[in-house]
């Protein structure tokens, strides 16, 4: 699925440059679980970006199905984060004047009509987008709150909602920014062992941050993250 | 339909500083349209006074060129013709004595010596008038014959002289001329059949003050003349008391008291010019085709209105404008700023977007629709503002008055030189601001402009925006 091979990523801050991740060499396969974890500023985040297509390596390649990231065009990146790569975000970052129905549906929007007319009867192989909408938010176990909005919901509810927001394009990836990390410890568990049903019923190709080792040993493998460097455990 | 619940969501969210900005255009529209419209207001007023004095359809006037003055003016009971005639005219005990160049005749106690001639311009010869009309950018000109009438009686107990205006006018050229701006109120107009008859139209004011009707008959140059309508001039003109054909005015009209009649002369040629750009050209061309003329163009007549409306007219033009344009530039600006922060406040928002595989041009779309809303908003505020500012003008606006100077035609040696005495009279004018659907329109799109204008700073921010850095974790 993944292919990296001696990725760098470099930040510039005026004359002063930043490594952020250095020379890694990653594969991950179609279907797996990794987790990253390591301290901060070691260059999870910056991996899991480039991962995504939201950032592009100052030199190496980073193949998903056989495409290089890097040397994708911006319009083409676009379009492969709306059809394949879910997100997740550890602040949840849910639209806040939007429902959580509508807030699912945003994701639905750059998909166009592929995605359903947004009618009763603009079904189309997916289903209409409020049919997907009701879908994925039901298997988030938040039916009874599609038209609340990001406010009245709990933390662990807005990552559900988060979490149905990446699923309901039905992505081959996801990403998972450290998803716990503004959870208390039930709560967490609770988003954690949802994440595994999903990625289990799906066959989802799962990449998780986190640095708690509790949730990050739930994973198949797990990568470290020191100084731009990785090494597994 | 997700784009319309995302733009109102999103403005209603933001719907304090959606209403500032709003009104911040508003105000800046709103401004403009009142300035506009009191700027028209004064622009109507003075055509008014110009169209008052010369008709609608006119954009030059040829007046003839008053004479030099002679070295020695007139004693009081004399006076001269613009040939050099000396005319006196004495009162004694068995009636009256008047005479040109030294030669006397008697005149009878209770007799009426009418006079019709010019007292503010000398005569042109009407060929003049072909000339100016075979022209190049003449599209139509007209002779015409501005004239006092005088009329003093002989008598051992003499009452004051009495004057009035009398307007010869070409019939067959209707749209030029003072006669062209009035409106009946009585009788009729003239027709081509009166060009050669003692017809008269009278203004409806010196008709009233002096009980002219129309049937009544009145004595112009000692020839009695029919009234057949009564007419008035728009307010703030300067009309003539009486308007007789232009042929009739040149039989009965003399060049002065004893003087010769007026046969195929004017003092005046209204000009019409194919085209307004043409109007400098044309003026410079009649005045090289008739030197012994003077050529006045609105424009030119214009800058010698004073008054109030001039002093308005140059508030509305000067500072009216440069107050509009800095609230308008102040409001674009605090709309670009307010948008701008409201922008980089969702940042993080329009990160997760991107990241979501929204497109750019998507997103800023959806920001210029928000802009748009905004602006159409302020438009519809500053509309109503303009509107109010108008009718606060309307309401509070003290009468202007127009002081126009007009030359006497005489001229006078002095030991510091010859002057050239003018009168001025003064002519009370209304203003009415008035908002054109015009300016609507314009002021529509400048508010909608001011909104996409702070929609466009936005967007640009956007297109910046690096998903990772706006998501804000580079870890």
Known sequence: ?????????????????????????????????????????????????????????????????????????????????????????????????????????????????????????????????????????????????????????????????????????????????????????DTRDEIIALLEKLWRERGLTLILVSHDTTVTRRAQRVAVMDRGHAHFE | MFFLTYLTRELRRRSRQAIFIALGLAVGVGLVITVTAASAGVRNAQAGVLKGLYGVGTDITVTGKPPAAPSNSGTSGSGSTGGGTRISLGIGPGGGQICTNGRCKSLKDGYTLDTLAPENNPPLSAASVAKVRGLHGVAAAAGGLLLTDNQVTISQNPSPPTSFTVDGTDLSQPKLGPLSNAALTKGRLFTAADATKDVALVDSGYATSNSLKVGKTMKIGGVTFTIVGLVTQPQGSNPADVYIPLARAQTVGTNGPQGKALKNQVNTIYVTAASASDISALQGAIAKALPSADVTSASSLASEVTGSLASTAKLANDLGKWLSFLVLIAAFALAVLLTMAAVARRVSEFGTLKAMGWRGRRIIAQVMGESAVVGLLGAAVGVGFGFAGAAIINAIAPKLTAILSVATGQRIATPSGVVNPTSSSTVSVPMVATVSATVIGVAVLLALAGGLLAGTFASWRISRLRPAAAIGKVG
Not at chain 1, 57 to 82: C, E, F, K, M, Y
């Open chain 1, 1 to 185: 699925m993944y292919q990296l091979t001696d990725v760098s990523k470099e930040f510039r801050r005026g004359a002063l440059t930043i490594p952020a991740v250095s020379h890694l060499n990653l594969t991950v396969s179609e279907g797996e679980w990794l987790a990253v974890r390591g301290r901060t500023g070691h260059g999870k985040s910056t991996l899991l970006n480039l991962l995504g297509g939201l950032d592009r390596p100052t030199s190496g390649q980073v193949l998903l199905d056989g495409r290089d990231l890097a040397r994708l065009g911006d319009t083409a990146l676009t379009r492969l984060r709306a059809a394949t790569i879910g997100f997740v975000f550890q602040t949840f970052n849910l639209i806040p004047t939007l429902s959580a129905a509508e807030n699912v549906e945003a994701a639905l929007v750059p998909l166009g009509s592929r995605a359903g007319s947004g009618g009763e009867a603009g079904a189309g192989a997916g289903g209409s987008r409020r049919q997907r909408v009701a879908t994925a938010l039901d298997s988030v176990g938040l039916s009874d709150r599609m038209r609340h909005l990001p406010s009245q919901l709990s933390g662990g509810q807005q990552q559900r909602v988060a979490i149905a927001r990446a699923l309901v394009k039905d992505p081959k990836v996801l990403l998972a920014d450290e998803p716990t990390g503004n959870l208390d410890t």
